[in-house]
């Protein structure tokens, strides 16, 4: 197994494929102006965020045992602390296509490093990366571009003001592009939408409740095969609700059946609905109906 290479510093990127380095903290790369050839198979363990923009030429990214779903007009997102690998096979590689990178100081105290977390793209899985159209490719081009100017400009006291916010807004037209391909490969997001909710109840019309607990989105997630956020944003764009919030729904008309069989009490409906103790299921209840399952058996009168 190869040494993993730590890239620590974006600096240390632009060194490893020959890109001159104009700003510490943030890089546009143009490959088909890199020269540098780059081992394959060696794993990478990335300290910056990074954005990769396939070109038309042969190519095979692997995260963990997986390869990316990376195909000619795709991005793929890199987080700090993720490790990526270029094919396995023992051969140099020359690299094309575009970069963005950008280390986390970068966006300390500023706006788009309050609520980095929201790009929940950043932690898709490999087989969900963003499929561009060829409107968008233009677009992404485009950002990159400015981004690229600002860095390669004399920093002044403008300069991180203009940088952060064109890579706020190539991030913004990025969301609006995953909503497009939500949309677009509706027959993948109609069978993970159906599947979900086949899930879902053969979930809750089993034994799991009780023996297993409440189910997590991760649960639900791991069984289609697709990343929690991914999986979430899908299910929030299909649905209107967030994944929790369907569980929950479900879990609330299970609970209402339950409590409407006058021979059980309040404490053995919370533990057939997988709550370890009554009062959670009390203050659950009540958060999300406007009354305690007491009171709502007693309004069923």
Avoid at 14 to 21: I, K, L, R, Y
Avoid at 76 to 89: C, D, K, N, R, Y
Avoid at 99 to 118: I, N, V
Wanted: proline share 3%.
């Amino acid at each position: 197994m190869k040494k993993v290479v730590n890239l620590n510093a974006v600096g240390d990127y632009n060194a490893m494929v020959g890109h001159e380095t104009f700003h510490p903290l943030v890089s546009v790369i143009d490959f088909s102006k890199t020269d540098a050839l780059l081992r394959g198979g060696q794993p990478w363990n990335y300290g910056f965020y990074c954005v990769y923009l396939k070109a038309e030429t042969e190519c095979v990214l692997r995260y963990g045992r997986s390869n990316y779903d990376y195909q000619a007009g795709t991005l793929v997102f890199i987080a700090p602390g993720q490790v990526l690998s270029i094919i396995e096979e023992d051969m140099d590689y020359q690299p094309s296509g575009y970069a963005l990178l950008f280390h986390p100081d970068l966006l300390r105290g500023t706006a788009l490093g309050q609520h980095m977390k929201d790009y929940s793209f950043f932690s898709y899985d490999v087989h969900e990366a963003l499929h561009l159209s060829e409107q968008e490719k233009p677009i992404v081009l485009e950002s990159l571009q400015k981004i690229d100017y600002e860095v390669r400009h004399a920093v002044d006291k403008h300069s991180k003001k203009l940088i952060v916010s064109n890579i706020e807004l190539f991030l913004n037209y990025c969301v609006r592009f995953y909503d497009r391909q939500f949309i677009t490969r509706d027959h993948v997001s109609n069978g993970v939408v159906e599947n979900f909710e086949r899930l879902l109840n053969d979930y809750f019309t089993s034994n799991k409740l009780e023996s297993d607990g409440i189910p997590s989105v991760a649960h639900f997630a791991d069984e289609l095969h697709l990343s929690a956020n991914y999986f979430g944003d899908l299910i929030k764009k299909e649905t209107g609700k967030t994944a929790l919030e369907n569980i929950q729904a479900k879990l609330i008309d299970l609970a209402k059946e339950k409590i409407f069989d006058r021979n059980k009490r309040i404490s053995d409906v919370s533990y057939e609905l997988g709550f370890k103790y009554p009062q959670h299921f009390i203050r659950f209840f009540k958060q999300r109906v406007g009354r305690t399952p007491n009171e709502y058996r007693i309004s069923l009168n």
